[in-house]
C-alpha cells in the first residue's frame, strides 16, 4: 500500500514538472467556454487557417477566433446546417464546413456561400449524399476531392465536377 502511495506521488510530482517546464519554454494553454465567445462548449474539431485565425466547429454553429474577437456563424448568416463536424481550407482561400446534412457550404472574403446563393454549389448538391467525410486538394492538378459517408467521392475541378 506504501508502495503504491509513493508511485502516485512521484506520477504527480513528475507531471508538475513537466508542466512547468513545458510553460517555462513560452508554451501555454488557454481554455474557451461560451463565457469567453464560443458558440457552444461541444466542440468537434479546430482548424488553423493560413492566416492564423482559428475556427472552431461546433454543435451549434462555427466560431472564428482572431486572437481577439470571437465571430460566430450559424444558419442564420449561411450555414447550411449548425450542427458542423470539420473544415478545410483549400488553395483558394475557402473554408469548407462538413454539416451534418451534408449541404455544402463554405466562408470565404467574410461571405458563407450556400446552394442558394451559389449556383455551383448548388449544381452539386445532391440529397443522395450523406455528410463530407473527408475533403483533399491536388493543388498541382487543381482537384478537389470531396468524400462523403456512405456516398459518392466527388472531383471537382473549376466548374467541373466528376463522380468517382
Known amino acids: 500500500m506504501k508502495v503504491r502511495f509513493i508511485i502516485v506521488c512521484l506520477i504527480i510530482v513528475c ?7 513545458y510553460q517555462s519554454k513560452g508554451h501555454s494553454y488557454k481554455q474557451f467556454t461560451t463565457t469567453e465567445g464560443l458558440i457552444s462548449n461541444d466542440v468537434y474539431h479546430i482548424v488553423r487557417d493560413r492566416n492564423g485565425n482559428l475556427w472552431f466547429c461546433t454543435t451549434k454553429g462555427v466560431v472564428k477566433y482572431n486572437g481577439q474577437i470571437f ?5 442564420s448568416n449561411g450555414l447550411t446546417d449548425n450542427d458542423v463536424f470539420n473544415c478545410f481550407e483549400d488553395s483558394k482561400n475557402r473554408i469548407w ?15 458563407i456561400y450556400n446552394p442558394s446563393n451559389n449556383a455551383f454549389l448548388k ?16 493543388v498541382e492538378e487543381d482537384n478537389l476531392y470531396i468524400g462523403h459517408v456512405n456516398g459518392p467521392i466527388l472531383k471537382l475541378r473549376g466548374d467541373t465536377i466528376k463522380v468517382i
Do not use: A, H
Open 123 to 138: 449544381s452539386i448538391s445532391s440529397s443522395d449524399y450523406s455528410y463530407i467525410n473527408v475533403m483533399y486538394e491536388d
Open 71 to 75: 465571430e460566430k456563424f450559424t444558419v
Open 97 to 111: 464546413f462538413y454539416t451534418y446534412n451534408g449541404k455544402y457550404c463554405y466562408y470565404k472574403n467574410g461571405i
Open 15 to 21: 507531471l508538475l514538472i513537466l508542466s512547468i517546464s
